[in-house]
């Protein structure tokens, strides 16, 4: 995938997890790198340093064109009536990401092949 491809994805999927009311950072990029893993190939993305910073960069670069905005504690982030916008604009799109639920049963399936 190329890097401004998983880029917008990354858009996407944190844009994703701020319409399902997630502000925490943490929740947020679980989500995040749930989506990027099943676009990817079916399994786990590993998630590097530079998977970390980009995670970080696409977040504060959402903040700096007015999508999100910090709430009074840094970790936390919700939308702006642009964000708002932008979430109702692209609904459709949004409701195509990879189902996250799709993963985590992936992820069990392993789990149970694993221990046989």
């Not at 999927?13 to 679980?30: C, F, H, L, Q, Y």
């Amino acid at each position: 995938m190329a890097k401004d491809e998983l880029a917008t994805l990354m858009q996407m999927a944190i844009m994703d997890a701020v319409r399902k009311g997630m502000i925490e950072r943490t929740d947020i990029g679980k989500h995040a790198r749930t989506i990027i893993s099943d676009y990817d190939a079916p399994g786990p993305t590993l998630w590097t340093e530079p998977m970390v910073r980009q995670f970080a960069d696409v977040l504060e670069g959402l903040v700096d064109q007015g999508y999100l905005v910090w709430r009074t504690y840094i970790l936390q982030v919700e939308p702006t009536e642009k964000g708002e916008k932008f979430i109702a604009d692209n609904q459709a799109e949004l409701d195509n990401l990879p189902k996250v639920d799709d993963s985590r049963e992936w992820f069990k399936q392993q789990r149970k092949k694993m221990a046989l």
